[in-house]
């Protein structure tokens, strides 16, 4: 039987993370608050931004700035869109 959580990005019951992305409670929070769907929208989404910005993952604050964009992300926020992009059409 497939996991379930109430996810805070959709506010509605969603397939949840196989496993925490993160060791401790970080990871806990996510893992139970985060669906896959919403996971893997944030992950795509993070990609372009470090690539958008050219940003080195050894540098704390890129870190940090990545952490506070995923919140946002997820809760409904005002977060970092990569510059010109634009979403294929369906």
């Not at 996810?7 to 992305?21: F, H, Q």
């Not at 896959?36 to 700035?65: C, G, V, Y």
């Not at 010109?84 to 369906?90: A, C, E, N, Q, R």
Request: with cysteine; proline share 8%; aromatic share 10%.
């Amino acid at each position: 039987m497939t996991r379930t959580v109430m996810c805070r990005k959709y506010k509605e019951e969603l397939e949840g993370l196989d496993n925490p992305p993160y060791p401790g409670p970080k990871g806990k929070d996510i893992y139970d608050t985060v669906s896959k769907k919403a996971w893997q929208e944030w992950t795509n989404h993070q990609t372009m931004i470090i690539n958008e910005k050219h940003l080195s993952m050894m540098d704390p604050k890129t870190r940090e700035f990545l952490q506070s964009e995923l919140q946002k992300f997820m809760d409904g926020g005002d977060y970092e869109k990569a510059e010109g992009y634009v979403p294929p059409s369906k």
